[in-house]
């Protein structure tokens, strides 16, 4: 129905740069919010950035001033910039999305995309 394809993660050295994208593809009629989490073994999944329905963003403390959150919606596609990483910031990123999809008579569905793995060494 709705698929989220991930793309950029990788190994990186501490103070380096990577930057993830993600795009959704099928049924779409409207993509009505966009955000990256993360996650590591044993944790749960955090909020990581993401767009407010306003179209603000909003930052986990940990990444603010450190990563950025962009979209293209005409190629329906959320971004992750992220700057100055820190082993800590080792995980998978995942991307989400609420998505009205069509023939959906209004309802909107999250899809979440299939993780990417982040790793800094330090």
């Known amino acids: 129905q709705v698929q989220l394809v991930e793309s950029g993660g990788g190994l990186v050295q501490a103070g380096g740069s990577l930057r993830l994208s993600c795009t959704a593809s099928?049924?779409?009629?409207?993509?009505?919010?966009m955000g990256w989490y993360r996650q590591t073994p044993g944790k749960q999944r955090e909020l990581v950035a993401h767009?407010?329905?306003?179209?603000?963003?909003n930052y986990e403390d940990s990444v603010k001033g450190r990563f950025t959150i962009s979209r293209d919606n005409a190629k329906n596609t959320v971004y992750l910039q992220m700057n100055s990483l820190k082993p800590e910031d080792t995980a998978v990123y995942y991307c989400?999305?609420?998505?009205?999809?069509?023939?959906?008579?209004?309802?909107?569905?999250?899809?979440w995309g299939q993780g990417t793995q982040v790793t800094v060494s330090s």
């Open positions: 989400k999305m609420i998505v009205r999809t069509l023939g959906s008579r209004g309802y909107e569905y999250q899809f």
């Open positions: 767009f407010t329905v306003g179209g603000s963003t």
């Open positions: 099928g049924s779409i009629f409207s993509i009505n919010a």
